[in-house]
């Protein structure tokens, strides 16, 4: 028999076994899989695909929320995935000692070491969290808040010279750009330099790379086997950014460690050193700071601008607040009448809501079994919201299909927030409250809460007291929008885009500003 005749014979069997493995594979799935009744996309249920599918789209996010409303409050995502829709849930995934981060974060790494974000195991995440939340606390807060005010006030001097010469905006560049900056300083006392200069802006789309590439091993992790090609694709960027970040570390360790009130001042002595700059755990957290820090921020200001333009009665109540509070633009810090202005914080509050900076799913996972001094293994069961969890089997919630659960959130695409005032919004118990969950929740939440509110605060407070906004005439005007008779859930006009890749992507929108002439033009 010719050597292409037995290849072909060879080929023939080899596809039949795969067929029959396949056949053999997605039936157990489907009938004997422990979660064989848990309802969700027939995709879903036989392979991780469906989650892939839905990432490359960048729409991770609306796909969860339309599987809640078509199947329920627990969704079947993947073979071993659920998805929930309750705050029972929230409590019994997030804040449950029998819980941790799945084993796919580690896909997810960029640096040989890991980092507050990508490492799994509880006590060493537990040992880097401490460390990392120094600089971010509170009381850190306290002072850094003049560097910060530094980059918001370089950011209210960008705006003023486009409004003089009539540029329309586009408010997530600009607010990427401050992002930035801010977490230079915050990371490593180091001047990016991005709202005033070209040369490092170019880092706000490489971010974007990496995060797209986050949520695709994350929701389709046997695609991680295409990392070799990324990295010589990508390798251009990969070594642009580790140039910067060294150029970072370098110039702050060059300095006295208490020169300045940053990541390396509080965290310095506490992180494991290694080979090589690139081998040690500062280089690892300084990778992640800089990636996670200015998203948060960026898009809960984005789309707070956006909904202001679109819901005049909430803009002008408050511009009224902002500007009945404070009697110059110098006057707008931390304290007690920053705090007074509860609207503008009702209004971030809601802004997060409908636009959470991680909209997608956090993946987690029982932890394994305790092994006990006689040998045996402790074991207990892991139940979400009345579902047993089998070992090996990952959960979630998305968060964005609960913030727009209409059993917390009455008229949940809509931008309300005196919802935030009343008795119900005012109370950490009530239902509403326990739905809201922009920054994760338990041990494993976002340790910069403190940052981005304080820095959302006052960009908005500034932003409002200098300037009057309004859509941008035209096409531009639409940008970040939503379109009438679009079916795959971004029809709604009036609803702010997001693009899940892990954190937020988006665009917009595109505003029109003039000066007020009560500001003085300080």
């Keep these: 028999m010719a050597w292409t005749g037995i290849v072909g014979v060879v080929g023939t069997y080899f596809l039949y076994l795969l067929i029959a493995w396949l056949f053999l594979l997605f039936s157990r799935r489907l009938f004997l899989h422990p979660f064989k009744n848990i309802p969700g996309p027939f995709l879903a249920k036989v392979t991780n695909l469906y989650g892939g599918i839905q990432a490359i ?51 997810t790494r960029m640096t040989p070491l890991g980092n507050v974000f990508d490492t799994p195991e509880v006590d060493e995440h537990r040992r880097k969290r401490k460390i990392i939340s120094q600089p971010i606390s509170e009381k850190a807060m306290r002072d850094f808040e003049p560097i910060m005010a530094e980059q918001i006030d370089t950011f209210i001097q960008q705006l003023r010279k486009s409004c003089r ?69 990508g390798s251009k960027i990969r070594n642009k950014y580790r140039s910067i970040i060294g150029k970072m570390i370098v110039n702050r360790t060059s300095m006295p460690k208490d020169a300045k009130r940053d990541l390396y001042a509080y965290a310095a002595d506490s992180m494991k050193g290694g080979t090589s700059l690139i081998n040690s755990e500062l280089w690892a957290e300084a990778f992640f700071f800089v990636v996670a820090g200015g998203a948060t921020s960026a898009t809960a200001m984005a789309a707070l601008f956006f909904y202001l333009t679109r819901y005049p009665r909430v803009y002008e109540k408050l511009n009224e607040e902002i500007r009945t509070h404070f009697q110059s633009g110098e006057d707008i810090h931390s304290g007690k009448a920053l705090r ?80 935030w005032l009343t008795a119900e919004g005012r109370d950490s118990s009530s239902l509403m409250r326990r739905a809201f969950a922009p920054f994760g929740v338990g041990g494993r939440s976002c340790a910069g809460k403190a940052v981005a509110y304080l820095e959302i605060s006052l960009t908005m407070a500034k932003t409002l007291y200098y300037f009057d906004l309004e859509i941008a005439p035209g096409p531009q005007g639409q940008i970040g929008a939503g379109t009438v008779g679009r079916k795959d859930g971004r029809g709604r006009k009036d609803e702010f885009q997001l693009y899940d890749v892990f954190t937020s992507l988006h665009d917009g929108p595109v505003l029109k500003l003039k000066e007020r002439q009560q500001a003085g033009g300080e």
């Design 57 to 107: 789209r960048r729409r991770g996010h609306l796909a969860s929320y339309e599987n809640h409303v078509k199947f329920g409050p627990v969704v079947r995502y993947g073979p071993n995935r659920l998805i929930f829709n309750t705050i029972t849930a929230v409590q019994d995934i997030y804040a449950n000692p029998l819980v941790t981060k799945s084993e796919v974060y580690v896909l």
């Design 165 to 233: 010469l009539s540029e329309p905006i586009n408010m997530t560049k600009r607010l990427e750009y401050l992002g930035g900056d801010v977490v230079g300083h915050l990371g490593f006392g180091y001047p990016l330099k991005m709202q005033t200069e070209e040369t490092n802006q170019w880092l706000m789309w490489g971010l974007s790379f990496v995060n797209v590439r986050v949520n695709i091993y994350m929701q389709f992790p046997k695609l991680a086997f295409i990392e070799p090609a990324l990295k010589i694709l």
């Design 340 to 419: 007074d202005c509860v609207y503008l914080r009702a209004c971030i509050d809601e802004a997060l809501r409908m636009s959470p900076p991680a909209p997608g799913m956090l993946w987690r996972e029982k932890i394994p079994p305790k092994k006990l001094a006689d040998g045996g293994k402790e074991d207990p069961p892991l139940v979400v919201d009345g579902h047993v969890i089998p070992s090996g089997s990952q959960v979630a919630v998305n968060i964005y299909a609960l913030h727009h659960n209409e059993e917390y959130f009455s008229d949940p695409f809509k931008f309300i927030p005196e919802r």
